[in-house]
């Protein structure tokens, strides 16, 4: 008997907290490392099986009470195998490979999800995570509800003839850094969607911040995701960053907080948050 199942017979006989949850009959043990996977999962009600998520899956608030085992790209085996799952769900973008040969070594399976990068793709995504829980209804209906909330953004949007020049700026927990992020990525997508021009000139995925970048960026709209902007507890300390005192967006006191994981992925909520974030940008 290897490793694995030893520790699978055991945890399974002492029941407790890593017993079946709620109503998951089909006794599925899922660690989902991917935002966008938690979320569609919660949606359609394949919560009960949850037992680990990864620390950038932060909603619903629901996700934050499950145990986290690790940022995505940064994740340890024996956090994830303690947890005796039947499986570990992803994008594919997640790591570092020495773990996922860890995870197939003792016997894990490993499923992957290509990510909805598109809101056709996302639909598509939506539907069939619905389907793995046997639930068709609930991912027609989200699905429904999303293209109402996004034609209701759309109507929104038409009605500012103004375009704001926006800088979104992340803090990247892996590498303990700040960035400004690019126009690769679903962030360029939402901003398009709300209205707005990214001014971030970087051909890469994300560039360090500095008072060069927002010098020549000039933005209306500083766009602050959740954790950096908390590291620095309130917007006149954010000013303290490279350059961004000194941006129109600063002098206009246009610096506002905003969820990662309303803008860097797509799932049942991007309707509600295109039209959230339009009203953002677009109040003087």
Known sequence: ???????????????????????????????????????IIFAVGGDTALVGVDISST???AAKKITAVGYHRALNSEGIISLNPTAVWNDGNWGPP?????????????RQFDGGSTLDSTRQLIRRLAAEFHNPHAGDSICD???????????LRRTYPDTPKVL???????ANQYFVLSHRGTQQQMLEWAG?????DTAQKWKNLSAEVIAKAQPDVILATDYGFDLQG????????????LSPAAKNNRIYRIEEHDLVYLGPRTGQNVYQLIGLIHKH
């Open 1 to 39: 008997m290897n490793k694995y199942w030893a520790l699978l017979v055991l945890l399974t006989s002492c029941g407790g907290r890593y017993g079946d949850k709620g109503n998951n009959k089909q006794g599925l043990r899922i660690v989902s490392v991917s935002k966008q996977l938690t979320e």
């Open 59 to 61: 909603w619903p608030p």
């Open 98 to 110: 020495a773990t996922i040969e860890q995870l197939k070594k003792v016997g894990i399976p490993l």
């Open 145 to 155: 509800r999303l293209d109402r909330d996004m034609a209701r953004a759309d109507s």
């Open 168 to 174: 979104v700026i992340h803090f990247g927990q892996a």
């Open 196 to 200: 707005a021009v990214n001014v971030a």
């Open 234 to 245: 309130s917007v006149e300390k954010f000013k303290q960053l490279p350059g961004v005192s």
